[in-house]
């Protein structure tokens, strides 16, 4: 069965500082990966995606991931976390064959990002 | 491009009432979504709709949940009656097709709370 895992359920970073959200994945075949950012009262909104390719994918409000298949991870970096980055973060894959493509969420992380 | 509109943003019922959600994809997109998210966890897939066909209802609590979507546009979940435990934020997504490759974007949801 294909699942994701959030590994930590908070992130707190300093302004300024590099900010990672890890995720690790466990998928039969290719993986399709995902990230989305969830403000408060507010939907989830796409921040990128992983399908095939380089491994470095770019994405939303300077935030990028890197796909490792050999750890089965996806971790979202930024290099310099605003304080307006602070929000919950969740990572996704697409469940395949008998999953029937659906977007299967891990349980999120709430990074905060003090001034 | 308008994005994906839900109503209510919150409801308040007592368990055992009913409750309707209402859904708006964007324009043109085929496949429709209805998530659950209980507090603290991730978004759960509910249902899956290809135009107004349905792809996955295998998490759908078919004794007290239904949803429909008539014509391949707006869709509409149900619960009927209502349990404590159906208190979450109930999000609607929207996809241009159904490949694994594809983004779903999400509308604000609506926040059920059953007393």
């Known amino acids: ?115 | 491009e308008a994005g994906v509109a839900q109503s209510p943003r919150y409801k308040i019922i007592e368990k055992r009432q009913s409750v309707a959600f209402w859904c708006n994809p964007i324009s043109g997109h085929a496949t429709l979504y209805w998530y659950q998210q209980i507090l603290g966890q991730g978004p759960k897939l509910l249902i899956q709709f290809q135009n107004n066909g349905v792809v996955d209802d295998s998490q759908l609590p078919k004794d007290r949940f239904s949803a429909e979507r008539l014509k391949g546009v707006d869709s509409t979940l149900k619960i009927q009656p209502a349990k404590l435990e159906d208190s979450a934020v109930y999000l609607c997504a929207s996809s241009a097709r159904g490949g694994l490759n594809t983004e779903a974007f999400f509308g604000q949801g609506t926040r059920l709370t059953v007393v």
């Open chain 1, 1 to 115: 069965a294909q699942s994701v895992a959030q590994p930590e359920d908070q992130v707190n970073v300093a302004e300024g500082n590099p900010l990672t959200v890890k995720c690790t994945y466990s998928v039969s075949g290719n993986p399709y990966l995902f990230w989305y950012v969830q403000y408060p009262n507010r939907g989830l909104q796409f921040l990128l995606k992983y399908i095939t390719g380089d491994n470095l994918v770019k994405g939303s409000y300077g935030f990028e991931a890197e796909f490792n298949k050999s750890q089965t991870s996806f971790h979202l970096k930024k290099p310099s976390a605003l304080v307006s980055d602070s929000a919950l973060y969740f990572c996704a894959v697409r469940g395949i064959y008998n999953q029937g493509g659906k977007l299967i969420f891990g349980q999120g992380t709430e990074l905060s990002v003090k001034p």
